[in-house]
């Protein structure tokens, strides 16, 4: 369960990135600086395998649970936004481990500087490595992914199934569980993703991509963009602001000035909280941490437990 959103700006308006982050009830997710480098190591580590390692990473501000060594949603010092969503589809699951969805977040961030780049960069990783792995937090979760990617002048939907995927360029996207490329760009397999790759149709997932669209048509601010990541449904299911078994863990939105505006609520519940403003490359702010203390998220818990009182 996750909703993303972009919108590219004009003459009057930013360009705008948000996500809610829904994962497994009670999984600690917090907000993590990680400063650009020129790595002397050939081989990195991510969550289940190691892979090679650039030369150079970018600096990165990240949502990401706390087990995991990707993440859910971020931004880098290039003004590049990219949030990924959980994908059932028509094909098995491998457990076999590779790299999951989170981890093409991350390194799609470190590694680019422009949206196009880092399209291509996720595309690269997952033809050399594969995704596959164990994504939940208590209770196993596998899954394919989508990622909608984007900088202050071009936005992409990549869709992904195994090591195929499909891309669309658009100048606003919302992406939710669910396929929904029908006339791709760019492919490797079919023009049609979504009627090649879709098993049951996700009637919650695309009731959500619909409701976050209309609402990002008239989105014109960072307040419009708070408004749609707190929006709830009477239909089960169907909220973007997720609550029971997989819950919105965190909220992020961005503005794309000069230097990245970031907003995040830093906790579960966006309809109850806050969202606290940081803008890319000042002083760390708290609850921000560097990767070394991510473990240290007594900002979640209590404002986890506050909101769910």
């Keep these: 369960m996750c909703d993303t959103v972009g919108k590219i700006g004009n003459k009057k308006h930013y360009s705008m990135f948000a996500k809610n982050s829904d994962r497994q009830y009670d999984e600690p997710q917090v907000m993590v600086f990680i400063d650009s480098k020129k ?14 390692q650039v030369e150079y990473t970018h600096a990165i501000l990240i949502s990401k649970p706390i087990w995991m060594w990707g993440a859910e949603m971020g931004v880098n010092d290039c003004g590049v936004c990219i949030g990924n969503e959980a994908i059932s589809t028509k094909t098995s699951k491998d457990n076999k481990k590779a790299l999951i969805g989170m981890d093409l977040v ?10 196009k780049e880092a399209v291509n960069v996720i595309i690269e990783l ?8 164990n994504c939940g937090y208590k209770k196993e979760s596998y899954y394919d992914n989508s990622f909608l990617v984007m900088d202050k002048q071009e936005l992409y939907v990549l869709e992904t199934v195994g090591k195929n995927y499909a891309i669309k360029k658009k100048k606003m996207a919302t992406i939710s569980n669910c396929l929904s490329i029908s006339n791709a760009d760019i492919y490797n397999d079919v023009k049609n993703f979504k009627k090649k790759y879709t098993d049951i149709p996700k009637e919650n997932a695309n009731f959500r991509k619909k409701t976050t669209y209309k609402k990002l048509l008239f989105a014109k601010n960072e307040n419009d963009l708070f408004k749609i990541m707190r929006t709830h449904s ?15 863990t965190n909220s992020m939105v961005v503005i794309l000035e000069d230097k990245p505006i970031i907003y995040f609520t830093g906790c579960p519940n966006p309809c109850e909280s806050e969202y606290i403003k940081y803008v890319f490359g000042n002083d760390l702010i708290y609850p921000i941490v560097y990767e070394k203390n991510q473990d240290d998220c007594r900002f979640w818990k209590e404002k986890r437990y506050k909101t769910n009182l």
């Design 39 to 52: 790595h002397e190591n050939k081989k990195l580590y991510t969550t289940y395998i190691e892979i090679d």
């Design 106 to 115: 991350r390194l799609g961030l470190e590694r680019s500087s422009s949206a």
């Design 126 to 133: 997952l033809q050399k490595y594969g995704q596959g792995g």
């Design 234 to 248: 009477k239909k089960n299911g169907c909220s973007v602001c997720m609550h029971g078994e997989y819950e919105s």
